[in-house]
């Protein structure tokens, strides 16, 4: 899986569907990760995590934007990165890491996968409208 670089159709539209949701998804941890540190008296501490959660889900936004540009899978792949890091300040996140990215991985190899079978059906149908004798009857 390259880690820079345009992508097929089908692949950035599937990868910038994974990044949306996990915006949505870190944008709702940072504020439960915040809430919980409250609770505990880590005001300093909470507010720390509020601002990081909802950078990192900002950065996942902006990778889905980017997906269509060479640089939009390698943001894509930071941001995994990134919620795999966080785990470190709040250890529930080791699930959403591992569903993200196991989804990301997934998305990136069934859409090149679906990229690669639409090229060759244009390919075969472009080769077929050229066949001689290939048009339609009456012509």
């Given at each position: ?19 949306v949701g996990q915006a949505i998804v870190l944008v709702f941890f940072a504020l439960v990760a915040r809430g919980f540190a409250v609770a505990e008296g880590r005001d300093a501490e909470a507010t720390r995590l509020l ?89």
């Amino acid at each position: 899986m390259p880690l820079v670089g345009r992508q097929g159709r089908l692949t950035f539209r599937l990868l910038a569907v994974v990044l949306v949701g996990q915006a949505i998804v870190l944008v709702f941890f940072a504020l439960v990760a915040r809430g919980f540190a409250v609770a505990e008296g880590r005001d300093a501490e909470a507010t720390r995590l509020l601002w990081l959660g909802l950078g990192l889900a900002a950065l996942s936004v902006v990778g889905a934007g980017l997906m269509r540009s060479p640089v939009g899978v390698t943001v894509g792949w930071v941001v995994q990165a990134l919620t795999w890091a966080s785990a470190v300040l709040v250890h529930s996140m080791v699930a959403v890491a591992l569903i993200f990215s196991a989804l990301w991985v997934f998305l990136f190899v069934k859409g090149r996968q679906a990229d690669a079978l639409v090229a060759r059906h244009a390919a075969e149908a472009a080769a077929g409208d050229a066949a001689p004798g290939s048009g339609a009857p009456g012509h």
